[in-house]
C-alpha cells in the first residue's frame, strides 16, 4: 500500500482524476440537459473558455516557481486599451497587435523585476501591478470604452477554419507551444527546478533572477493575448474588463494538478482545468442556475482542489 502511494503515482492519481472529474461532468449534464452534448453547445464552451485557458498559460509557469500573479486581469484590460488606441489612430492591424502584446509584456516583466530584484513577494508585487494597471486603463480611456473595429480584426474572434472557431485554434496552439517549452527546453527545466527549491537551484547555476522576469513576462504576454481575443469577440476594449480573471486562471491552474507549492504541474492539467469551469458555467447556466450559484459552486470546487493539494503534499512529505 505504502508502495502505491509513492509520489509518481499520487502525481497520476491526480492527473486522471482530473480528466476523469472533467468527463463525469460532462455526463451529468448530457443527463440534465438535452441541449448540452451537441457539436454547437461544445464548440461555444470551448471558445468561451479560450481566453481564461490562454491566460491561465502564463498562471501556471508562474505558480510552478511557487509565485502567483494577481494582476492578469488588470493586464488584460491595459493591454487592451493601448491596442484599440492605436487599431482607431489607423495604424495596421498587425501593428496595433503587437502594441498590445508589447505592453502586457511589459508589465509582466515589471512583476518580474520587482520580485526578483526587488525582493517583493509576487503576491505582493502583483497586487500592486493589478492597481497600476487598472488605473492606468482607466486613465488611459477616461473610463470609457473603446469600440467599433474592422471586420479583419473580428475575425480574431468570429471566423472559424475548417469549422473550428479562431479563439480555439489560438488556444490550442499556445497550449502546444507552451508544453514543448515546459518539457523539452532548458528553461523548462529551470521553472521547475525555482519551484521546487530555489537554493539548490541557485548552488546548480541557474539565473533566478533572468528566468524569473522571462516566466512573469510570459504572463503578462498571454494576459495581452487574452486582451486580443476578448476585445475581438466584444467589438469594444473596456479598462474595466478582466475583473476576476486572475481567479479563475489561479482556478484553472489549481484544478489542473499545478501545486501552490511550486515545482509541480503541466500545461496540459491547466487546460482540463480550464474545461471543467466553463463546462461548470455553461451546463449550470442551461439549467437555469443563478450565476450567484455558479460563483458558490465554482469557490467551492478550488478550495476542494487546493485541499487536494495540500493533502498530497502531506502524504508526499
Known amino acids: 500500500m505504502k508502495q502505491f502511494f509513492n509520489n509518481q503515482n499520487l502525481d497520476q492519481i491526480r492527473q486522471f482524476g482530473t480528466f476523469f472529474g472533467l468527463i463525469a461532468l460532462c455526463l451529468l449534464f448530457t443527463i440534465l440537459s438535452p441541449y448540452f452534448l451537441t457539436t454547437s453547445n461544445l464548440l461555444n464552451v470551448a471558445q468561451q473558455s479560450s481566453i481564461i485557458a490562454v491566460i491561465s498559460v502564463g498562471m501556471t509557469f508562474v505558480i510552478i516557481t511557487a509565485g502567483i500573479d494577481l494582476s492578469v486581469g488588470s493586464v488584460l484590460a491595459f493591454s487592451g486599451v493601448v491596442m484599440a488606441s492605436v487599431l482607431h489612430a489607423g495604424l495596421p492591424i498587425p501593428l496595433g497587435i503587437l502594441v498590445g502584446l508589447g505592453v502586457g509584456f511589459s508589465c509582466g516583466l515589471l512583476n518580474g523585476l520587482l520580485v526578483s530584484y526587488g525582493k517583493i513577494p509576487p503576491f505582493i508585487a502583483t497586487l500592486g501591478m493589478m492597481s497600476i494597471a487598472r ?18 480584426f473580428r475575425y480574431l474572434a468570429t471566423g472559424e477554419i475548417f469549422y473550428v472557431p479562431v ?36 548552488l546548480s547555476g541557474i539565473n533566478i533572477k533572468l528566468y524569473l522576469n522571462i516566466i512573469y513576462g510570459i504572463a503578462g504576454l498571454l494576459s495581452a493575448l487574452g486582451a486580443v481575443m476578448l476585445t475581438a469577440r466584444l467589438n469594444s476594449a473596456q479598462p474595466i474588463a478582466g475583473i476576476m480573471y486572475e481567479l479563475d486562471a489561479i482556478a484553472a491552474t489549481v484544478i489542473g494538478g499545478t501545486s501552490l507549492f511550486g515545482g509541480k504541474g503541466t500545461v496540459i492539467g491547466t487546460l482540463i482545468g480550464a474545461l471543467i469551469i466553463g463546462v461548470l458555467r455553461n451546463g449550470l447556466n442551461l439549467l437555469g442556475v443563478s450565476s450567484f450559484i455558479q460563483q458558490i459552486v465554482i469557490g467551492s470546487v478550488i478550495i476542494g482542489a487546493i485541499l487536494l493539494d495540500t493533502n498530497l503534499k502531506m502524504r508526499k512529505n
Not at 135 to 152: E, Q, Y
Open 167 to 202: 479563439p480555439v485554434i489560438i488556444m490550442i496552439v499556445v497550449y502546444i507551444v507552451a508544453h514543448l517549452i515546459l518539457t523539452k527546453t532548458k528553461m523548462g527545466r529551470y521553472t521547475y527546478a525555482i519551484g521546487g527549491n530555489e537554493k539548490a537551484a541557485v
Open 135 to 152: 488605473g492606468a486603463g482607466l486613465w488611459f480611456t477616461d473610463g470609457r470604452p473603446i469600440s467599433g473595429f474592422d471586420d479583419s
